[in-house]
Structures are given as structure tokens and as C-alpha cells.
């Protein structure tokens, strides 16, 4: 059709042609529809023909996820034990660079004698330094000393073994430290055993006098 016979057309003819063009339009969506649930009946008809197959599949991916979960929880069990198991390798490695440094010093004392005392001497210094060592080790590991000397009594940290009457110091402090504690992170790992100060009872000024009359 040409131009010219396109702009002759009435309002109604032009009305008719698009309505038809709809109309085949829609005809050829419902047939693609139509195709595409045929499509679909075919794939659920040919499933359902076969549910022995289909069951047979289900099962065999039960059973890998079953064998899956099962290689998993294996795995993660001997991990655990592994982490148990060598949980303390590095602080271990810590104590032996100590124990060779303790074993040093003792070696360092002479078997005929000290008649100087110089490695007497020796020995101390290098037991002091093998226990600074030590602590230092510690708190790499998040251990550390509980230092309560002069400090209030604390019943979470400190352990009481014996009171000393005094007034040199307020009561419940602590004045003797017989056993240092520790911690380890924010968690008791031993109490400090320590000597606390005990307030001497007043002096009323009031004594026991001896009559002396006849």
C-alpha cells in the first residue's frame, strides 16, 4: 500500500486495521504461551514416568551430602584434638629457653669451691636473670604477676593466711606476701597468699589498779 492510499483511508478503515493487527498480535502471544505450557506438561509428564529414576537420584545426593557431612565432622573433630593437643607448644618453646638458662647457672658452680665467693656471685645474678626471663616469657603468654603489697585486701585475688595486729597500716591491708598469684588475661589463675593488717584494740586509758590499803 502507498502512501498516498495510506493518507486516503478513513478514520474508520484505519480503526478496522489496527484493530486486526491486535488481534493477530494477541493470536500469536496466546499460541507462544500455549507452546511454552505444552513445553512444560511434556517435562513433568516424561519426570513423573519415571519416579523409580528420580528416586534413585534423590538418594544418591542424600547420600554424598550424608557422606559430605560426615568427612566434615571428621575433619573438624581432628582439628580440635590437634589444637588441644599442641594448644601450649609456644608457650613450651618459652619455658625451654628458661630451663637452658637455669641449667647454665647451675652449671656455672665450680666443684672444688668458691673460696672468693665470686661464683657464687655469678650464680645469683644469673638466677635473677633467668626469672626476669621467666616473667617476661609469662607475659608474652597474657600471665601476669599480682603485686598486692600495700594494697587493700581483695578476697578475689588474695588468699589470707594469718593477721598482723597493727596500727602502722590501715585494716585489711596486706603486709606480707608469702606466695605471689597470678593471672592469666582477665582470669584468676592462682591467689596471692598474703598477711593482712589487723587493727589493735583502742587504749581506754582505764587499768587494773591493786589496792594497796590495810
Known sequence: MSDQEKNSETPEEKTAATDVAADVEEQASEDEVGEELKADVEVKVDTMADPESEIAELKDKLLRNLAEMENLRRRSQKDREEALKYASANFARDM??????????????????????????????????????LLSALERHKIQRIEPMGEKFNPQFHEALFEIPTNDAPHGTVMQVIETGYIIHDRLLRPAKVGIAKALPEDTGTRDEIDTTV
Do not use: M, Q, W, Y
Open 96 to 133: 625451654l629457653t628458661v630451663a637452658d638458662n637455669l641449667r647454665r647457672a647451675i652449671e656455672s658452680i665450680p666443684e672444688e669451691g668458691d673460696p672468693d665467693g665470686a661464683a657464687l656471685l655469678g650464680f645469683i645474678e644469673g638466677i635473677a636473670l633467668t626469672e626476669k626471663e
